[in-house]
Structure formats: structure tokens, C-alpha cells
Antibody, heavy 118, light 108 residues
Framework: EVQLVESGGGLVQPGRSLRLSCTAS????????MSWFRQAPGKGLEWVSF??????????EYAASVKGRFIISRDDSKTIAYLQMNSLKTEDTAVYYC?????????WGQGTLVTVSS | EIVLTQSPGTLSLSPGERATLSCRAS???????LAWYQQKPGQAPRLLIY???TRATGIPDRFSGSGSGTDFTLTISRLEPEDFAVYYC?????????FGQGTKVEIK
């Protein structure tokens, strides 16, 4: 059974950093592109970033709203995807979802809440 | 960036009725890489349709997707009580991946 479990969310002050983790199981993690999405309270879905598998160069893409502040990475040996979030802003407050990005995003984690507030 | 516009914003229907949701793209979606998701309150989105018309694993056949290029449709042939939710379209053919603003299907 495919499972994705996010962790690392919480309350953080503007300008500080936070690292989210997505622990995957039930599939060959290294074969898949992994992605992060977010959803601000009461709002729609927003794509944040994805990282391709090593077979496709492990390259990364970012939404304009986070480019230069967030860094996505992966550790295939641990089957974990990370999202390092720096210089956080109040508008980054959202539930962050990790997904397996296959045929769209076929599996989603339950999400982790990040609240950026002073 | 491809802008996706969903209509209507809200659809008020009764169980057993047919729902037709639209998603229009500002430019052609590469390889028809268009997905539909269902989201219920407090839950993560669930993939319903990918590649514009292919049902994801375990999705009932009352859900169907159609369209190509810039115009896409999600049809729910007969609404079940569990189908009342918010539906999003997403294009994943070109970066940045983008979503429509969502269509809420509510009980009339």
C-alpha cells in the first residue's frame, strides 16, 4: 500500500525557516517524481515544487511564489522527500501536501499545517 | 503560465442528477495532461481522472472526463451522496503546474 506521511509543520515567525519531510512507503521511491502542493485556509490548491527521479536527472521546478526561498530535495535511500522553506512569509501559511507525481498526482499525504505568524 | 478557469463556481444539484463541470485553459495543455481531483472538507485531494479521460484506480465509472486542447469536462453521470465536494482541474503538461479555482458541487 502506497503511503506518504508529511511531518515538520508548525508555527514559525516570519523570516524564519522550516523543513518539511515526506516519508514514503509501498512503492519504489527512486523511480518517481515527487511534488509538494499547498492550500491556504479556505483557498484552492497551489503547486509548490517537484523533483524528478534520478533517471530524469533529479531536476527541480518551483512556483514563482517560492522560487529562491524554498528548496526541494530527496533521499532515495531513506525514501524521503524534503521541502526546505526559508525566509517564510505570512502568505506561506497553508496545509502542505506531498504527492507522488505520476499521472497527475496519484497519491497524496494527509498534509501538514504550516502557520507563519509573529 | 497556463491559466485554468473552471465553471460554474457552484453547482446545486440533487442526488441522481447529472453534473457537468468545465475547465478551460488559456493555452493548449501539452499532451492533454489534464487531471481532475475531488476534495472533501478536511481531506487531501483524490485523483479522479488523468490524461483528460482516464479514470484513476478505484474510481467509479459514473465519473468520466473528456476534452482536449483547451476545453475539458468532468461528468458525473448520477450523483451519489458522497460525490458532493469540491472538484479541481490541474494541468501537469508544462511548468508551472496550475489548478483551476475549483467547482463546488452542493446538494440542492
Amino acid at each position: 500500500e502506497v503511503q506518504l506521511v508529511e511531518s515538520g509543520g508548525g508555527l514559525v515567525q516570519p523570516g524564519r525557516s522550516l523543513r518539511l519531510s515526506c516519508t514514503a512507503s509501498g512503492f519504489t521511491f527512486g523511480d518517481y517524481t515527487m511534488s509538494w502542493f499547498r492550500q491556504a485556509p479556505g483557498k484552492g490548491l497551489e503547486w509548490v515544487s517537484f523533483i524528478r527521479s534520478k533517471a530524469y536527472g533529479g531536476t527541480t521546478e518551483y512556483a514563482a511564489s517560492v522560487k529562491g526561498r524554498f528548496i526541494i530535495s530527496r533521499d532515495d535511500s531513506k525514501t524521503i522527500a524534503y521541502l526546505q522553506m526559508n525566509s517564510l512569509k505570512t502568505e506561506d501559511t497553508a496545509v502542505y501536501y506531498c504527492t507522488r507525481a505520476y499521472s497527475g498526482s496519484d497519491y497524496w499525504g494527509q498534509g501538514t499545517l504550516v502557520t507563519v505568524s509573529s | 503560465e497556463i491559466v485554468l478557469t473552471q465553471s460554474p463556481g457552484t453547482l446545486s444539484l440533487s442526488p441522481g442528477e447529472r453534473a457537468t463541470l468545465s475547465c478551460r485553459a488559456s493555452q493548449s495543455v501539452s499532451s492533454n495532461y489534464l487531471a481532475w481531483y475531488q476534495q472533501k472538507p478536511g481531506q487531501a485531494p483524490r485523483l479522479l481522472i488523468y490524461g483528460a479521460s482516464t479514470r484513476a484506480t478505484g474510481i467509479p465509472d459514473r465519473f468520466s472526463g473528456s476534452g482536449s486542447g483547451t476545453d475539458f469536462t468532468l461528468t458525473i453521470s448520477r450523483l451519489e451522496p458522497e460525490d458532493f465536494a469540491v472538484y479541481y482541474c490541474q494541468q501537469y503538461g508544462s511548468s508551472p503546474w496550475t489548478f483551476g479555482q475549483g467547482t463546488k458541487v452542493e446538494i440542492k
